[in-house]
């Protein structure tokens, strides 16, 4: 372990050993991957004791990757500093030297943040350390008597909850989960009795039941039809929190559970790599995985081999953290560099946040993995044997009625491609990371926050109006035979681009059919604008990882990536550069882009299709 007063960049460069060199833009695939317990101990911990120990030598001066962390308006960061600093302390042994080192550094630490903003999930995060400590014996050790006072009053649930109606103060439904486990540690550090937490548990099970509906995944919106990571991970997040204080959960909770579980395995595979659609994806979306998979073996919601199955694939997403995600000469995780993107909500601004809150995540679902027997076990050998038999073609629900919500999850020569039609809400329709294309990860992907047209015809009319067939989904239908996925919907209206929220525009209607097949993935538009309606232009995008195409009439060959080829009908394309700026993705940027348009349709229907050839 790491407790000297070293920089982040020299006490990590010694972990990293090939992981120095520059990932590819997948990153490795693991066929004999160490256990996830030795990687934590051996890379992860030290990792972020490192940058502990620089955090307490430079106090309020701190900078990690040129970022004042004190100035940089994270709202969570004491919590974070605080859980961090109490699983370093609670795992050193009482009779080391670094032991009373650590327990100088949370009082510390602790004074130094005792007047920083701390909000929400920072909240959650602080009293979750405390009640560590606690379950430790060393609460009153490590926090003095008047920082304890001021953090019972701080760390309170009702500072963004309503206390007389239980309603939430400017937040998402999904807060309540965060109430009800602030509310539950209060409990355990006898702050408060159990009233407030049981309520706050009932209205957040209410809300997973309003917003589910009958297939068990939570709506990010108030029954709006936004379905992403969160949707997926809010039942694991709740049942972690079960387990976390010893809170028997209901069965319903072990039900709801079991449907993300479903959705996930067939995703699982060697890489490590997660959610490749919507917002928190990148290190986030393989986390997700962690969070989901070990809530359901510590609540028995698996079967003996999914059991396995999902501590190899954690082992997985532990070494793929240590050697992929985290940049080693800077000695932190890096989200942000050599073209990664994510959503303005997870900017470099909360580097140290970030380091912290994804290493806790796997810090604790290494623990339940040793609890359950784990503990440096290797990964079962039968994994990749295992992978082989998963369906072809897997179909999630998450909404049926007016409108259409579902995933489709192709496996296809050890990539996972996910079709999702999702898009609902307001904030986040207009994205590409929510388009209703296909994804993969290291191979198709969107860009956080950016609007262009990544593999969607975009309408422009005469009166100047935009459109593009986003959100409103209907008649989806899924069928599947031998190797071949084919995937119809209609939209009968379509999203008018202007706004916070999707708007219903009916002047164009479009007729879509996927077909997912090995090595190749084919769209086709049958697009009807309404008889005195003209459209003046057309224009689509292919971002694309893969490198030097050669572009000639009606396909684009590459020399080298992932995507072989593509092709297309009823459009022209042409190659431009990629704007580092724009094209970047979880995982880094686009290497090319091909810019594809079309001039003023004549009345009357018209179709437009692409297709993608993989290598």
């Not at 793929?320 to 990664?340: C, N, T």
């Amino acid at each position: 372990m790491i407790r000297v007063a070293l920089t982040a960049t020299v006490a990590t460069m010694a972990l990293c050993g090939a992981a120095c060199a520059q990932p590819s833009i997948r990153g490795p695939a693991y066929a004999d991957p160490p256990p996830m317990n030795r990687t934590v101990e051996m890379r992860i911990a030290p990792q972020v004791e490192a940058l502990l120990t620089d955090l307490q030598a430079r106090g309020r001066g701190y900078q990690l990757e040129g970022v004042d962390v004190f100035s940089a308006n994270d709202r969570f960061l004491p919590g974070k500093i605080a859980v961090a600093m109490a699983h370093a302390l609670v795992q050193t042994p009482r009779d080391s030297a670094e032991f009373p080192v650590l327990l100088a550094g949370f009082r510390k630490l602790a004074l130094l943040t005792r007047d920083d903003v701390n909000e929400t999930w920072g909240l959650y995060y602080y009293a979750s350390a405390l009640n560590d400590l606690k379950a430790a014996g060393l609460l009153d050790d490590a926090v003095d008597p008047d920082t304890l006072r001021r953090l019972r009053t701080d760390l309170d649930w009702r500072r963004f909850v309503r206390e007389d109606d239980l309603t939430l103060i400017d937040l998402p439904n999904n807060y309540y989960g965060v109430a009800f486990s602030i509310a539950r540690l209060r409990y355990l550090l006898g702050w408060e009795d159990a009233s407030a937490s049981e309520a706050l548990l009932a209205k957040t099970l209410d809300h997973f039941r309003q917003y589910s509906g009958e297939y068990g995944f939570a709506d990010e919106t108030d029954g709006e039809g936004r379905f992403d990571r969160y949707s997926v991970l809010l039942i694991g997040e709740i049942a972690q929190r079960f387990i976390e204080t010893g809170l028997e959960p209901p069965p319903e909770v072990r039900a709801w559970l079991r449907k993300s579980v479903d959705l996930m395995l067939p995703r699982l595979n060697l890489r490590g790599e997660g959610f490749e659609y919507g917002r928190s994806i990148g290190a986030y979306g393989e986390t997700a995985f962690l969070e989901v998979l070990t809530a359901a073996a510590a609540l028995d919601v698996l079967t003996e081999e999914e059991a396995r199955m999902a501590y190899a694939f954690s082992s997985r997403v532990a070494a793929r953290y240590a050697d992929f995600w985290i940049d080693w000469r800077a000695g932190s995780v890096d989200l942000w560099g050599e073209g990664r993107g994510t959503d303005a909500y997870r900017g470099k601004h909360r580097i140290l946040g970030e380091n912290l809150s994804l290493a806790r995540q796997i810090f604790y679902t290494n623990a339940i993995w040793n609890r359950l027997g784990f503990k440096d076990q290797r990964p079962d050998p039968g994994f990749q044997a295992w992978l082989d038999r998963l369906p072809r073609s897997t179909t999630t629900w998450f909404a049926r009625g007016r409108y259409d919500r579902l995933v489709v999850t192709y496996r296809d020569d050890g990539r996972v491609i996910g079709l999702p039609l999702v898009n609902g809400g307001s904030g986040q329709h207009m994205n590409t990371p929510y388009f209703p294309i296909p994804f993969s990860p290291g191979v198709l992907a969107g860009s956080p926050d950016q609007t262009y047209p990544q593999l969607l015809p975009r309408l422009t009319l005469e009166d100047g109006s935009v459109l593009m067939p986003l959100a409103f989904f209907e008649d989806a239908d899924v069928t599947t035979e031998g190797d071949r996925t084919v995937v119809t919907y209609r939209q009968s209206a379509v999203d008018r681009m202007g706004g916070a929220a999707p708007a219903a525009d009916d002047r164009v209607a479009f007729e879509t059919r996927y077909v997912l097949e090995p090595g190749r993935i084919t769209r086709t538009d049958r697009i009807t604008p309404r008889r005195d309606i003209r459209i003046v232009a057309t224009d689509m995008t292919f971002a694309s990882f893969s490198e030097d195409p050669t572009v000639s009439e009606g396909a684009a060959t590459y020399a080298a990536g992932e995507v072989a080829r593509f092709g297309w009908r009823g459009m022209a394309c042409r190659e431009v550069a990629p704007d580092p700026a724009i094209h970047v993705t979880p995982v880094g940027g686009h290497r090319s882009v091909l810019d594809c348009g079309a001039a003023a349709t004549q009345p009357g229907p018209f179709t437009l299709e692409w297709r993608l050839e993989f290598r």
